[in-house]
């Protein structure tokens, strides 16, 4: 198997923590830089015609989507991901959550708009009502995580973590790019610090670590 990923990807953190928590599964692995523009090439674009990260390989078999590659990883593996119908049902439901929610709005509609030059709004007025959308709604998402999805429990699912802790941190810690304050919401930071405090976190972490320093840095006064 091979897989295509950036590490500074939000989508491919969540693989390379599955990874990294189980070392005894064998991928082959290749970057493919987004700030680069790698995605775009040719040759990858015929890999994976949506020109996103991540990508897994397995001989003519060829899955996309971060959501997928981890079930599909897990379920062969026979790990992070239980076979009880209804605890996975819970699981899968988890994932499509941070999917269709939170990503949507803490990613799309607040950092990604104050990160990343092509997601930005040009008009001042419509780039201020995009982050107030997406300011608004990720204190509906974060708050329905902390006091339903999370409550006193150590991972979502439990005592151990599963794919969707995976999914679920790497996302929510979107945060950090823009420095929002977690601290209202007390069991999404605890759970975050636990699976921060994971050895794999740390193995996989090093560039992301790198960029959102370089992002909290103060913006240089003009002369």
């Not at 995976?166 to 209202?184: K, N, Q």
Request: include cysteine; charge should be negative; aromatic fraction near 10%.
């Amino acid at each position: 198997m091979k897989l295509y990923y950036d590490p500074i990807s939000t989508t491919s953190r969540p693989v390379l923590l599955f990874l990294a928590e189980h070392p005894a599964i064998q991928v082959e692995r290749q970057v493919v830089s987004l700030f680069s523009g790698e995605h775009q090439a040719p040759a990858y674009a015929a890999i994976n015609p949506n020109q996103a990260v991540p990508t897994l390989v397995d001989e003519a078999f060829v899955l996309t989507e971060c959501s997928a590659i981890l079930k599909h990883l897990a379920e062969d593996a026979g790990l992070a991901y239980p076979r009880a119908p209804r605890a996975r049902a819970r699981v899968n439901q988890l994932m499509d959550w941070f999917n269709t929610g939170l990503l949507r709005d803490l990613g799309y509609g607040l950092v990604y708009p104050q990160v990343l030059p092509d997601q930005r709004f040009d008009n001042p007025a419509t780039q201020a009502d995009v982050l107030a959308r997406g300011a608004a709604r990720t204190q509906k998402w974060l708050g329905v995580l902390d006091q339903h999805l999370l409550g006193q429990a150590g991972y979502l699912c439990g005592d151990e973590p599963t794919i969707a802790d995976f999914m679920g941190a790497s996302y929510v810690t979107l945060a950090d790019w823009i420095g929002y304050d977690l601290s209202p919401y007390p069991n999404v930071s605890r759970w975050l610090a636990a699976v921060r405090a994971r050895p794999s976190w740390e193995a996989v972490h090093g560039p992301w670590n790198a960029l959102t320093a370089q992002l909290r840095q103060p913006a240089a006064q003009p002369a």
